[in-house]
């Protein structure tokens, strides 16, 4: 019988409380990330080559050759991230990535966008505990500047969301969402 860890219980969307006694094993990712993060952040350097092996060592896989990240970049988990290729990530995003962020090829992500999986329970007794939930981004979609992603959404392939929206439903291919929370604008036609 195959032994479920809190980190696959996490990525399932259990509620995972604080004094959960597998929660410093989890907690230990969440330093990693955080040293990570903060190497990165710290380059000094416009060498692509470095700041991808600096991301991959955070994300624990190699992103491929044609990822395009311009530093600052934030997360707290890393190793739940899964990037595709000719993925362009600008400036200052947040990749709150526990329960498992999918950024699949084509994808461009806009300055200061934030991806979230990571939710707290609504009853006050369990709020310092967390639930993760997914977010795909699939094939050839844009995420504009400032917008957010929340829990458990799929942004749809060539799907474009509008600066500062933000996402707490599923996208459909090819359309456009924009406001808070985030609305159909118009569908996308390719000529």
């Known amino acids: 019988m195959e ?4 980190f696959t219980r996490d990525k399932t969307g259990e509620t995972i409380p604080l004094n959960d ?3 410093p094993q989890l907690f230990k990712v969440i330093q990693k990330a955080m040293r990570t993060t903060a190497k990165l952040n710290n380059l000094v350097t416009d060498d ?3 700041i991808n092996a600096v991301f991959s060592e955070l ?9 395009f990240m311009i530093p600052p970049f934030y997360s707290d988990f890393g190793e739940n991230i899964h990037i595709g290729k000719n993925v362009f990530v600008n400036h200052a995003c947040t990749f709150m990535d526990r329960g498992g962020i999918t950024v699949e090829d084509n994808v461009l992500i806009g300055p200061k966008a934030n991806l979230i999986t990571t939710n707290h329970p609504i009853n006050p ?12 981004i699939k094939k050839g979609a844009w995420i504009g500047v400032g917008a957010t992603i929340l829990p458990g959404v799929t942004i749809g392939e060539n799907s474009i969301v509008a600066a500062g929206a933000v996402v ?6 090819n359309t456009i969402v924009g406001g808070i929370p985030a609305k159909f604008i118009k569908s996308i036609t390719n000529k």
Do not use: N
């Not at 032994?3 to 809190?6: K, Q």
């Not at 994300?59 to 990822?67: C, E, H, N, P, R």
């Not at 007794?125 to 795909?136: F, G, K, L, M, Y």
């Not at 707490?168 to 291919?173: L, N, Q």
């Open 48 to 50: 692509m080559q470095e």
């Open 59 to 67: 994300i624990g896989k190699k992103v491929d050759d044609t990822f």
């Open 168 to 173: 707490s439903k599923d996208v459909p291919d």
């Open 125 to 136: 007794s369990e709020r310092r505990a967390t639930i993760s939930q997914p977010i795909v």
């Open 3 to 6: 032994t479920t860890t809190i």
């Open 21 to 23: 006694p597998e929660y």
